[in-house]
């Protein structure tokens, strides 16, 4: 079975950092892309970032640019997104999914990111 | 505001069919395929139409998707209690390099 587990959510102050993980199991994780999509409070999805199975194509959306990092471990089955200089706006539940090519087609059960003071 | 538009709400009564729009432009929907999720209260979205018109093994049949041109959209037939979910439609975007999501539409059934 597929199984995709988020962790590494919290409550931090603006300007802080944090490393949200995504532990992958039951699959063939380095065949996949992976993508971390998030859900502000009450909001809608927006697409975070993306990276290719050995970490070759990576892109972000324009709102984290510059201040989030994506990046896999392989051997470990784990993806990441390191996430620095945050702000009130990125305020949601992070969920890491799986990318295959037909659509974001495993979820995992999203973590919580507070940004407050 | 979201990249793509969809009705916020939708209803329909218990065996109705109901259809969700989505509509977008030619740099999103019009060149890339469309894909659907569900969204139950709670939980993480779930993929339930890929690639337009295609189900993932285990959606049911009542659930069917289609695209023309810039817009697509999602029907559900023989509607059913635990179809109550927010649905939202996605497609990548050429000027991304990553999807765009709708707003999202919040079906009840009455």
Redesign the interface.
């Known amino acids: 079975e597929v199984q995709l587990v988020d962790s590494g959510g919290g409550l931090v102050k603006p300007g802080g950092s944090l490393r949200l993980s995504c532990a992958a199991s039951g699959f063939t994780f380095s065949s996949y892309a992976m ?1 971390w ?1 998030r859900q502000a409070p009450g909001k ?4 975070v ?2 990276i290719s199975t050995s970490s070759t194509f990576i ?4 709102s984290v640019r510059g201040r989030f990092t994506i990046s896999r471990d392989n051997a470990k089955n784990s993806l990441f997104l390191q996430m620095n200089s945050l702000r009130g706006e990125d305020t949601a539940v992070y ?1 890491c999914a799986r990318d295959s090519f ?4 495993s ?4 973590t919580l990111v507070t940004v407050s003071s | 505001q979201s990249v793509l538009t969809q009705p916020p709400s939708a209803s329909g009564t218990p065996g109705q069919r109901v259809t969700i729009s989505c509509s977008g432009s030619t740099s999103n929907i019009g060149s890339n395929a469309v894909n659907w999720y569900q969204q139950l209260p709670g939980t993480a979205p779930k993929l339930l139409i890929y690639s337009n018109n295609q189900r993932p093994s285990g959606v049911p049949a009542r659930f069917s998707g289609s695209k023309s041109g810039t817009s697509a959209s999602l029907a559900i037939s023989g509607l059913q209690s635990e179809d109550e979910a927010v649905y939202y439609c996605a497609a990548r975007d050429d000027n991304l390099n990553g999807p765009v999501f709708g707003g999202g539409t919040k079906l009840t059934v009455l």
């Open positions: 993508v999509v809608g999805l927006e697409w970032s993306s892109y972000y959306a324009g969920y037909g659509g974001f087609d979820w995992g059960q999203g």
